[in-house]
Structures are given as structure tokens and as C-alpha cells.
């Protein structure tokens, strides 16, 4: 504990340039698609039959040359999510305290299947939990249970939605049942891929996912959703649930989660709120309503490891209906029946896995140390200056901003004078490039109404107004290059 303590004391030292330096400050790895690193680009083939033995060691080597090989080999193609330039996807922070809650964690080897094999783990679930819930305004009525990440999250939401509609279906299972519809779930056509994933391993069918339009700011219709379910009831469909996007992957945009949520509970459907982003934003005075409607869905997940500071993986998922949770996947062979009753919680009950880390910890010490007004400030600090970049964007004829900005993360595009629209995807497709290049920075893209869009995510804790103006400044340049050698 000394030691650790020690280190906590050590990292609270480091400034930000320590770190960048220490651990490259170039991250436009080949391990998500630009095989570009500070080295130039990597001979895959090389990197993995040269650098890496194809054999496991028959002895065993010296930490010191296996921590050697870690720096030399590997370090060198690990893309720096903890970097105060990345600005890609939805920037995170792995912060101090969540790095050593999972140190502790591995220490300590925690398996919380049952109660037993580690209460203060299930016990600790249930507090950090409950305190998330209150901080983001949801009822009790919600109870919740910690998975690895958002597209478990929902996996489990639709399961429990088609319990409720086809309780046999743990049994008899979905093929060749004549007395079971076809059933449907809809979601937006900005809806993130997780939901196409949870519908073909519940054996759904990708068919059975009916994708709604969005208005011009990239929320769902209800008025299409409204029609959509009528002609599938009409056509012989089971409408079974709706899964509502409160901060879209690309766009961050916020689907009317009140008014979709009337319509489910009028036509007996599932109400699912993937806030895997945004959903913590609900803790900063005035964003409250980043979760109108919120408390009357069947059941939502919020992403601690997005966007609060908890080290990668911890998604917090809340269901009305964890009793049918339990009823699609309890289930308990003789070893590991146990003689602890209620209230005790086994969480292997509560899930596909019969394995759990002790994922808790990490969120419980990040809520203790920054603390609830600590976090509301942060979050606070990253959507402004997402504004700051956004005002850059807006105050400049050659850039054009492609999406409002509710939260921290910006939609654009460059757009110089001059440039076709026909030519406008490649060139933002080249500045995205050329930007990355620099190893200063790291952005990525989406598509928003057919256009090639750059997004700019502010995530983490350690970027500053200093790395955000930096960022334009690069964007412009290279952009301003990319447009004199067309
Ligand atoms: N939902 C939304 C809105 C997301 O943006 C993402 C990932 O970015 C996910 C779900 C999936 O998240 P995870 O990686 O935790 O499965």
C-alpha cells in the first residue's frame, strides 16, 4: 500500500508535456487504420515475425528485457488515448485514480461471480452504482449492474425486451415457432452499431432492426416512428422495442427521448436509452435535460469509461426490469449454489458472463477523488471548450461547421472558396491525413447528410485551451496547403 501510495504522490508530479514525451508523442497508430506511427509507416509482416517471436519462450526472461522489448516493440504502435491531443472518436481519460483502482484490482485478483467470492465487490456495485444514478437524476426505481461496455449494455436490454415478449424463448429458443411473430426494434439511422450487433446475436435478425429517419439536426422523427409501427403492426410484425440515442456517435445530437418514450409506453413497447456518452452530462447544472424523459424508459446505459475519467472498460447499465434480466440469464449448476438468500445479489444472475472483474473500484475511487462537483466541473470545462473550437470554425470563411454542438465533441469541415462540393469529401479526407501526420494532434471522421465530416472530441483531462488552439491552428494550415497545391 506504501508503494502505492507512492505513486499516486509521483503521477500528481508529472506535468502533461512529462507524460507526453515519456510515452511518444505521436498516436496516429496502426492499430486503428492509418498505419502511420512516429516511425513512419509499419511493415505489418515485419512488426510481427521479426520484432515478435512466433514461439512463446520456453524459459523465463528477466522483467527488465520484457519491460525493454514493451518500450522498444510495442510502445511504438500504442495509440495514446490518454493524450491530451486526441481528439478522435470520444476522447477519454484513463485518470490516475481509476489506473490504480485497477492495479489494485489485478493485485488483488478480484472474481465477483457470487456474493461470495468477494462481497465488498457486488456490495461496492451497488454503491457506486447508486450514487451515478443520483448524480445523473434517475429514480430508484432503477437498479443497476456494471458490464465492460455499452454494446453489453444494450445486448442485455434487448434480451430482457424479448423475454418480456417471448418468455419461452430461453427454452424453445426462436426457430421454426409458428406461434411467435416476427419481432421489431427500431432505432435512428444515427444510431451506433452496437444495436445492429445486439439484434443478430439474439438471433433477431438484422432484418428485424427498422432504422427511422432524423430531422436536419440528426434526431429521430417520432412522427416516422409512429408510422413505422403501425405498418408493422399491420404487416404482422411484433414491435418490441425502441432504442432512443441521447449523444449520437457521430453528432452527438439527442433523440426526443420524452416523446418516443409516450409512444412506447401507449403501444406496450421497450424503451431503451443508449447515453453511452452524453448520459453523464446530466450531472452539470443546466444539462438536466440531456435526460428528459429518461426516467420512464425501460432501462438506459451511461458510459463511465467515455467520458468520466474511468480507466477503459466500465459501462453502467439501469433497467426498471432487472427481474427479466435475471429471467433471461440466471441460471445455477450445483457448484455454485450458494446459501446466501436475499438481498444478497449474485451477479453471475445478472449477465451472460459467470466471471466479473472488479470493475467498481475504478469508478468508485474516481467519484471519491474528483468528487461530484469536481466531475461536474470537468465535463463543464471539455463542452466549453468545444464551443471555443466551434467559434474558430464558424468565425472562418474556409470551414464550415456540419452539426450543432451540445456537448464536447465538434462536427465540420473545411470548405475553402474555391472548392467544388464535389471535391470537398477528398480534401477533408486529406486534411484528416495531414493532420494526424503531425503527431500533435488526432481527430477522426463520420458521415453526417452524405458529407465527409472532421470531428473534434474533447475528452480528456489534460487538454487545454492551449492543445484546442493548437489544433485549429495545425487544421488550418494544412488545409490551407491542401487547397494552394490542388
Ligand atoms: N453507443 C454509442 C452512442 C456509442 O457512441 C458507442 C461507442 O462509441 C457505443 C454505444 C458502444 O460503446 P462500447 O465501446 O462501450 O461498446
Known amino acids: 500500500m506504501f508503494q502505492l501510495r507512492r505513486f499516486w504522490q509521483l503521477w500528481q508530479f508529472i506535468p502533461a508535456t512529462q507524460i507526453q514525451k515519456s510515452f ?11 498505419p502511420t506511427t512516429s516511425r513512419g509507416p509499419i511493415d505489418i509482416r515485419c512488426f510481427r515475425e521479426c520484432a515478435l517471436p512466433s514461439e512463446a519462450p520456453a524459459e523465463g526472461e528477466p522483467f527488465d528485457a520484457i519491460v525493454e522489448d514493451f518500450e522498444r516493440i510495442l510502445l511504438p504502435g500504442i495509440t495514446h488515448w490518454n493524450h491530451p491531443g486526441f481528439f478522435a472518436y470520444f476522447a477519454i481519460t484513463g485518470s490516475a485514480a481509476g489506473v490504480l483502482a485497477e492495479m489494485l484490482s489485478a493485485a488483488l485478483n478480484v ?12 456490495e461496492l456495485e451497488h454503491v457506486t452504482l447508486s450514487w451515478l444514478r443520483t448524480l445523473i437524476g434517475l429514480p430508484d426505481t432503477f437498479e443497476g449492474v456494471i458490464y465492460d461496455t455499452a454494446s453489453m449494455s444494450t445486448l442485455h436490454a434487448l434480451a430482457a425486451a424479448r423475454e418480456r415478449y417471448a418468455p419461452a424463448v430461453r427454452t424453445r429458443g426462436l426457430a421454426g415457432r409458428d406461434d411467435l411473430p416476427r419481432m421489431r426494434i427500431y432505432c435512428s439511422d444515427q444510431t451506433h452499431s452496437s444495436i445492429d450487433k445486439a439484434v443478430i446475436t439474439l438471433g433477431l435478425g438484422q432484418e428485424s432492426l427498422r432504422k427511422i429517419e432524423s430531422d436536419e439536426e440528426f434526431r429521430m422523427k417520432p412522427d416516422a416512428l409512429v408510422r413505422a409501427i403501425a405498418s408493422d403492426r399491420a404487416a404482422g410484425w411484433l414491435p418490441v422495442a425502441v432504442v432512443a440515442t441521447v449523444g449520437t456517435t457521430s453528432s452527438t445530437s439527442v433523440d426526443p427521448v420524452k416523446a418516443i418514450g409516450a409512444l412506447c409506453r401507449t403501444e406496450g413497447i421497450w424503451l431503451h436509452v443508449d447515453a ?3 448520459g453523464v452530462a446530466a450531472m452539470v447544472p443546466g444539462y438536466e435535460w440531456v435526460l428528459d424523459g429518461a426516467a420512464d424508459a425501460d432501462s438506459i446505459v451511461v458510459n463511465p469509461h467515455k467520458w468520466l475519467f474511468t480507466p477503459f472498460d466500465l459501462s453502467a447499465f439501469y433497467t426498471r426490469h432487472m427481474n427479466l434480466v435475471r429471467a433471461a440469464f440466471a441460471l445455477t449448476p450445483e457448484y455454485l449454489r450458494t446459501v446466501e438468500a436475499a438481498p444478497v445479489k449474485n ?17 468508485w475511487m474516481v467519484m471519491r477523488h474528483f468528487g461530484a462537483n469536481g466531475l461536474r466541473a470537468r465535463l ?3 463542452m466549453r471548450l468545444a464551443r471555443v473550437f466551434a467559434e474558430q470554425v464558424d468565425a472562418s470563411p474556409d470551414f464550415e461547421r456540419l452539426a450543432p454542438t451540445p456537448f464536447s465533441v465538434v462536427c465540420f469541415r473545411a470548405r475553402p472558396r474555391g472548392v467544388s462540393e464535389r471535391d470537398l469529401d477528398a480534401l477533408n479526407e486529406r486534411l484528416l491525413e495531414s493532420v494526424n501526420q503531425t503527431g500533435e494532434m488526432f481527430i477522426s471522421h463520420a458521415r453526417l447528410g452524405g458529407r465527409y465530416t472532421l470531428r473534434l472530441a474533447i475528452g ?10 493548437r489544433a485549429w491552428q495545425l487544421l488550418e494550415d494544412r488545409a490551407a496547403q491542401l487547397t494552394n497545391v490542388q
Open 24 to 34: 511518444g508523442a505521436r498516436h496516429t497508430g496502426w492499430s486503428i487504420g492509418s
Open 111 to 122: 472474481q465477483a461471480m457470487l456474493w461470495r467470492t468477494s462481497p465488498s465487490a457486488t
Open 276 to 278: 453511452a456518452y452524453a
Open 347 to 363: 451477479l453471475m444472475d445478472t449477465g451472460i458472463q459467470l466471471g466479473r472483474r472488479f470493475r467498481a473500484l475504478k469508478l
Open 380 to 382: 463543464a470545462e471539455h
Open 460 to 469: 480528456n483531462l489534460r487538454t487545454t485551451e492551449a492543445h484546442v488552439m
